[in-house]
């Protein structure tokens, strides 16, 4: 099964509240994109964006500029149900992060929430970070939550890879500069607890 076949099942099969990293709202994520960019004019991907409900609540606070990136298109379509009219001003994008067209030097802000931490293969974490260094402007923003060193070691039937701040700017390479990071213990729906590290990276 590809990739995109296994989140398309996911998300065709699954309700929100039957995944792992469902969150009603995604607090960590919002404080620190409206700390990063508060120019509400900012132009921000979010990689993986699924069924979150962050799209949501950047559009209720004024964003203007966003994009919605994600493999499976059953979790673009609930986005869009879900947000109705207010879909019209999201641009979505569907396909497989290491292989979709994205805009040069277009991003102020590059948002994953429980991405990378799948991309297991030494060539496919290279083709992310040639997309992230490619999509995002210089001096742009990286928020990205990854499976802390105590984090689950497999994920909704797949192996992930866990982080520390350290091994994180390690793969992403020198470009990438660290501004903060938190280790946040996120409630699963089913009453378990995943640890997840977030980091702000400044590239170039």
């Not at 994008?93 to 429980?114: F, I, Q």
């Not at 699963?188 to 607890?193: K, N, R």
Request: net charge negative.
């Amino acid at each position: 099964m590809s990739t995109q076949e296994h989140w398309e099942r996911i998300y065709q099969t699954k309700t929100p509240g039957e995944t792992s990293w469902f969150q009603p709202h995604l607090e960590t994520s919002l404080d620190w994109i409206m700390e990063a960019a508060p120019d509400r004019s900012a132009s921000i991907i979010d990689v993986g964006g699924g069924e979150s409900t962050l799209v949501d609540d950047l559009l209720d606070r004024q964003y203007c500029a966003l994009t919605v990136l994600d493999v499976a298109g059953a979790a673009i379509r609930k986005s869009q149900d879900r947000l109705g009219s207010a879909a019209k001003s999201v641009n979505w994008l569907v396909g497989d992060l290491t292989e979709v067209a994205l805009p040069a030097r277009a991003y102020d802000l590059w948002h994953d929430r429980a991405v990378f931490h799948f991309f297991t293969d030494v060539e496919r974490r290279s083709a992310y970070v040639r997309q992230l260094s490619s999509a995002l402007k210089t001096g742009g923003h990286v928020l990205m939550a990854t499976f802390g060193p105590e984090g689950p070691q497999k994920c909704s039937g797949l192996v992930t890879q866990r982080y520390d701040a350290d091994a994180l700017l390690c793969v992403l390479g020198p470009d990438f500069r660290l501004a903060q990071q938190a280790v946040v213990e996120h409630q699963t729906p089913f009453g378990t607890t995943q640890q997840f590290l977030y980091c702000h990276l400044v590239y170039g």
